[in-house]
């Protein structure tokens, strides 16, 4: 699988070469960007030689076949998280630009620049959103500054000792209050596992529309939105072996109809006078101005790429990997793991924290021995907050991630307490 990546199959020549681990590192950071096949590559590449247009512009036959190539991907990505139509797909810059065509386009729905359906987005003193404590900030101030302008009060779903939470949990805190419930499907810290389908219930039964944040999960595992019930979800190109600058938001179709667009101009109109505008109806309302269409195109080939590797096995080999990840884990004292220690409810990803280390220390030791991880508060500064800590060091796999890959990350975290002079016993 790894010589489908030129990224990997450069590294694994110099390795065989007898590289140092600087030059032949193990890539342990895909949950923070992908590399990307060479059929993504490809594609891009093949569009911007043969096909390159506007789209949605003219009637040449090049904008024919521009547009083509542009909405066959869209249809490429429904098909890919369980969407019934092609127009339940908007194209964003990534996700979390995603989310805030949620949160601004309800700002526009209260600020009187509604669509015909709109009344559904009304947001004021009394209304509650529920988020959770665990979300990444892009999941997290979008909703903060929504709060804001509409008199509107957030509120939190507190994490456990283990960065989790549960159903009972979200069955507390959902009230018929509740306008908006928010949530991470995978956590980018923890790792933990929401249940999808029982929270979009139990928000349902009080009138509540679900956004789901799918960063962390349409790359990793089987996605069906239509099947889980969600009304919005967001998720980025990036982090699923695509192009970056481009991400998705899923919307029920309703929904979307009723959402007025955040960003305005270009091509996302019917018809314009000098004092108002008449918008087209999702996606394109959406997407004003011209749009990213060879990352859009790459990231139909990275759908399809996945699909035939099938994502069932990728889930299957990352949870191989974690698996693996949070046994040599356990193996270290001093170290603990962020989130479950189950790992039935985790994917892809373990985050430690290094007793007496910094995690920008443990950073830079692992650097030096060409294991790249992350490491910081990745976005989720409430989140370590509440589990104590100022930032953590972060692991994260894809189906191309080898064990020795996994190995040489907890040999070298056992190298920095070493190095550190840490007097660790078991
Ligand atoms: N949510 C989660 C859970 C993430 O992991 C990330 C990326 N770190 C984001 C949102 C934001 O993604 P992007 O930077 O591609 O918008």
Redesign the pocket.
Known sequence: LRAAFPYFAAIDERAAAGATPQFAPAYLDS??TSQRPLAVLDAERNFLEHSNAAVHRGTSGAVGAATGAFEGARALIAGFVGAAAPEQIVWA???????NLVTLGVGEANAGNGVAGSERYELGAGDEILITEA?????LIPWQRLAKKTGATLRFIPVREDGTWTLDDAREALTEKTKFFAF?H???VTGFVAPVAELVELAHAVGAITVV?A??SVPHIPVDFAELGVDFA?F?G??MLGP?GI?VLYGKPELLAALPASRTGGSAITRVTMESADFMPPPLRFEAGTQPVSQVVGLGAAAEFLTDLGMDRVAAREHELVERLVAGISELPGVRLLGPADTSQRVALTAVSVEGLHAHDVGQFLDEQGVLVRVGH??AQPLHRALGMASSTRASVHATTTEDEVDRFIDALRGAQQYFGLEVSA
């Open positions: 949950a923070a810059e990534n996700a979390t630009d995603a989310l979300e990444h900030h892009a999941n991470a995978v956590s980018n944040d960063c962390q967001a980025s990036h982090k970056n991400g990745h976005c």
